[in-house]
């Protein structure tokens, strides 16, 4: 088992630092809501993540292979709401990020959401915890409506269970030393992706972001929505 542990540790580790929906999601949320944002939406993610693989564990990811309905519910529901997140990131890039945009709380940045709560007399610390949870639930929906995740696990873990060992017990580990790798990539996106953000605080540079990740969104909405079941 420890032989297969680490071929799948070498395996997942690749796949997961290469760039994706996700590392997009944490990267864009780091930049433009700092570290504890971007970290929230990782939270999200991974949230996701154990969920899946719970579902593989028990057989539940089999119904996106055996099922059209469920595959395809999955694939436009997600497509959906990529495209919003995609229509929205280029909605707010064309705003001003101006004091009077701050005030009237149109601020996307977790700067704009503190403004915003101190001028209808609410607390920074309030708009800061609804920014967290905000980017916690876009993590959990962008992984939890991808089904390409749900075939990810099914189809990569069940190949790293050697044969005898219990299904559901190698499937919750392969899937804790899955989590744990993203967990340390996306503590180092969210890191430099925040560190980026508070040395770049030019209107400039948060619309051509908001532009970036618009189009990226908008991109892997349609890449989604072209995918055929295996």
């Not at 309905?69 to 495209?83: H, N």
């Not at 540079?205 to 989604?224: H, I, K, P």
């Given at each position: 088992m ?7 540790a ?9 760039p ?22 990782a939270?999200?993610?991974l949230t996701?993540c154990?969920?899946w ?10 119904l996106l292979?055996?099922s ?17 997140l ?13 004091g009077r945009?701050?005030v ?9 959401a ?14 800061s ?5 905000a980017?916690?639930?876009a993590?959990?929906?962008?992984n ?5 995740a ?15 060992a219990p ?12 989590v744990?790798e ?8 969210s890191?430099a ?11 400039s ?6 532009q970036?990740?618009g189009v ?15």
């Amino acid at each position: 088992m420890l032989t297969s542990l680490l071929w799948f540790a070498g395996v997942a580790a690749l796949i997961n630092v290469t760039p994706g929906l996700d590392t997009m999601l944490v990267l864009r949320t780091s930049v433009a809501h700092g570290r504890t944002g971007g970290r929230a939406a990782a939270f999200g993610i991974l949230t996701g993540c154990l969920a899946w693989g719970a579902a593989t564990a028990v057989g539940l990811t089999a119904l996106l292979t055996a099922s059209r309905l469920a595959f395809d519910t999955l694939r436009v529901g997600g497509a959906v709401y990529l495209a919003w997140l995609g229509v929205s990131a280029l909605w707010r890039s064309r705003r001003r990020f101006t004091g009077r945009a701050a005030v009237d709380g149109t601020e996307p940045a977790a700067d704009g959401a503190v403004v915003a709560a101190e001028a209808e007399g609410g607390s920074a610390d309030g708009a800061s915890g609804r920014g967290r949870r905000a980017a916690f639930r876009a993590g959990v929906a962008t992984n939890l409506l991808n089904p390409k995740a749900g075939i990810f696990y099914m189809s990569l873990i069940p190949q790293f269970i050697p044969h005898g060992a219990p299904v559901f017990g190698s499937t919750l580990l392969l899937t804790a030393v899955d989590v744990a790798e993203l967990a340390l990539w996306y503590w180092v996106v969210s890191t430099a992706a925040s560190a980026l953000g508070e040395r770049v605080r030019r209107p400039s540079f948060r619309r051509r972001m908001e532009q970036l990740s618009g189009v990226a969104f908008l991109g892997f909405a349609a890449n989604l929505l072209l995918t055929e079941r295996a």
